[in-house]
């Protein structure tokens, strides 16, 4: 157990792990009024009639939050500060080109917010209207998704690294009529040709997208279509410094966010205004202990969750100074973080187990020639963290003086809900600890009974709403409820094996279900599936994850080839087909081992025994079970052979 920190406990919201049961007690025995008080933290126009309602019937579930209040999430991350703090810088943009920074004051930010959602107006952007985003960590980015929650429009942020044919596939499955990108991305010092990956995507919907604004972020030239394409800075360069801000219910729709699930296409998550920016300030405040004075830098991506909670909405709304993060951990090397850190005064670090792990194999020295000294808090999430990867973080990048955040969530939960408090939790590395208040997890066996007591293993569900809580699935609240309120009735369903342990601890063992956490990222194996069978060579496929010692999880695929391209040269065959995956989904997704297989192991019903293909892609050739029952064991022995051969 690893105690906590005096100095920090000495300055923390939450001091003393006894303060945090309280406030836990106090929150599950009066959640009306903890989170009531906790919505006190925005500013309201009109302050909610009612804290929480939860309505089931036959076949649904419907949670609303703050009902009655109206708000909007771009006032609350800007306008208000600027009284108070207009000076104070809201965004710290650390470009891909080392050492250059742009600062942009509150008071900047509500300009270029304001302008960017007049030029959105003047395209025609109305409330309720989706605006498809697709560009690279620019401070255009923030803007734009500002802008759209200032007219009541609901952004839909896809990962500037998806492909044309993912980024089409969410346009259309949003209904966009505009898609903001940029001419190129720079990333790692290379480029990204965010206009052309548009272009394809935009074609390929018909007419649906009216309008692409591109942000010039290289000087790269790139063709413009006339009467849909225009630039923003041209366009903002004509629109005033003040846009006014939409009053929204607190059950408006603030975005989507696309992810993964273990069948068919991403789903649509959606965020509503007043609960998730209720949730994901509350949440940013107390676990990341945030002050005034901290500079606060997470890492990821805003293409992902944890972009939009813990890079804007959360740290915006808390008046925060943020930064916003262009480049790679490994570019121009792996000090780059930590020349972050230093050249920025950074107190609180983010990111995920895949970064930590990926510097860390390259050896201390690129860690231990920074200072660091400004470092108070470092957190991770995405996937488990080796307690070995935990302890480097804690010894050699915090010097042992910082607390780390381990913290547990997802897409669909909009915020953090079990991590450590800084100032008030012993830690266990490995493990994610304890419930934020408002929280509870609870363990349920595959029969659906509730598991209690300590020292326990089940499936993590949640019980009850909490204000960050997803609402729908966009176009589809029937999967919705399907996918997490119907195996086991009464719970969220999380997808995540747990433990409890002795003490009450969480740890979270992996997924139930066929998603796969690449360095954080989720995947559905059918998605990667269907992408290899799209290609003529394909049969049939069968993808499974396998360990992994940067990523966690790599994707490990098995084909079948179709007869015309069983004769081919197998390094060929493989090297198409990774490309295909590429092309399809995006460069996260490619197989880290793609193998060409007679065949696959099937039950004599025909069901594809993924265990077995999963024991194989960890090299755990003796353990792979009855195999006596499949149509064709013969066909195990042949993969076997080939995996060995390294084929
Ligand atoms: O399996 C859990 C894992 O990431 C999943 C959620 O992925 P996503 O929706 O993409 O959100 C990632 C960022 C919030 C979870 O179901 N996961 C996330 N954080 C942790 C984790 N697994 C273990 N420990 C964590 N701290």
């Known amino acids: 157990m690893e105690p906590v920190k005096d100095a920090i406990a000495k300055r923390a919201h939450v001091g003393t792990i006894g303060q945090y049961r309280a406030l836990y007690a106090q929150s599950v025995e009066d959640p009306a009024g903890f989170w009531a008080k906790q919505a006190k933290r925005l500013d309201w126009f009109v302050d909610p009639l009612v804290v929480r309602e939860e309505e089931e019937a036959e076949g649904t579930v419907d949670f609303s939050w703050f009902g009655g209040g109206k708000l909007n999430a771009a006032w609350n991350c800007v306008d208000r500060h600027v009284a108070e703090r207009g000076d104070k810088t809201a965004i710290i943009w650390a470009k891909d080109e080392v050492g250059e920074y742009e600062h942009i004051s509150y008071r900047r930010l509500k300009q270029e917010v304001c302008r960017v959602a007049n030029v959105l107006r003047a395209h025609g952007v109305r409330k309720g209207d989706r605006v498809c985003i697709y560009l690279p960590m620019i401070p255009e980015l923030a803007f734009t998704m500002l802008a759209c929650a200032r007219i009541g429009a609901i952004h839909s942020i896809v990962f500037a690294g998806f492909s044309a044919e993912s980024l089409k596939d969410r346009i259309e499955d949003a209904g966009a009529k505009v898609l903001v990108t940029a001419n190129e991305g720079l990333r790692g010092g290379k480029t990204i040709p965010l206009k052309a990956t548009s272009d394809k995507a935009v074609d390929a919907v018909g007419d649906l997208v009216e309008t692409m604004i591109v942000v010039r972020r290289t000087e790269t030239e790139v063709p413009m279509k006339a009467g849909r394409d225009v630039w923003l800075h041209e366009e903002a360069a004509r629109q005033r410094l003040s846009c006014p801000a939409e009053w929204m219910d607190a059950e408006d729709p603030l975005y989507i966010l696309y992810t993964s699930g273990s069948t068919g296409k991403p789903k649509g998550v959606l965020h509503t205004t007043g609960g998730y920016l209720t949730y994901a300030a509350f949440t940013h405040e107390l676990v990341f202990d945030v002050h005034e004075d901290d500079i606060y830098a997470c890492v990821a991506d805003i293409g992902w969750v944890t972009g939009h909670s813990y890079i804007i909405y959360g740290p915006l709304a808390n008046g925060a100074t943020t930064v916003m993060f262009e480049s790679t951990p490994l570019y121009p090397d792996a000090s780059r973080y930590w020349r972050l850190v230093d050249d920025l005064g950074v107190t609180i670090f983010y990111t995920a187990p895949t970064a930590i792990r990926a510097i860390e194999r390259l050896g201390d020295e690129w860690v231990t020639k920074t ?8 957190g991770t999430v995405g996937e488990p963290i080796n307690p070995g990867v935990w302890q480097w973080y804690h010894d050699v990048v915090g010097n042992g003086k910082c607390a780390i955040v381990d913290t547990w969530w997802q897409t669909e939960t909009g915020g953090i809900m079990i991590s450590p408090l800084p100032g008030a939790t012993p830690c266990k590395p490995g493990s994610a600890t304890l419930p934020l208040p408002g929280i509870q997890p609870v363990l349920v066996d595959d029969e659906g009974n509730e598991v209690e007591g300590n020292d326990v293993r089940g499936n993590l569900c949640i019980k009850g709403s909490w204000p960050g809580q997803a609402r729908t699935i966009w176009g589809d609240h029937a999967r919705f409820v399907d996918v997490y309120f119907t195996r086991f009735p009464g719970y969220y369903l999380t997808g995540d094996a747990c433990r409890r342990d002795e003490d009450g601890y969480y740890w979270i063992t992996g997924r139930i279900d066929d998603v796969l956490n690449v360095s954080g990222h989720r995947l ?6 269907s992408a290899l069978v799209a290609h003529q060579a394909v049969a049939e496929a069968a993808v499974v994850g396998m360990p992994h010692d940067v990523k966690g999880t790599g994707i490990h695929a098995y084909c079948i080839c179709t007869p015309a391209w069983e004769e081919k040269d197998r390094a060929e065959v493989i090297d198409v087909l990774k490309k295909q995956v590429r092309e399809v989904i995006g460069a996260i997704a490619t197989p880290d081992r793609l193998m060409v297989v007679p065949g696959l192991p099937k ?4 069901k594809i025994m993924r265990r077995i293909l999963r024991k194989i ?11 006596t029952t499949l149509a064709d064991p013969s066909v195990v022995e042949k993969i076997v052979d080939d995996h060995k051969a390294g084929k």
Not at 603 to 606: A, I, K, L, V, Y
Not at 617 to 627: H, K, P, R, S
């Open 371 to 378: 200072s660091r000294k400004s470092l108070r808090i470092l």
């Open 603 to 606: 039950t004599r019903s025909g």
């Open 617 to 627: 892609a960890a090299a755990e050739y003796d353990d792979l079970g009855d195999i």
């Open 524 to 529: 559905g194996t059918a998605e990667v599936e």
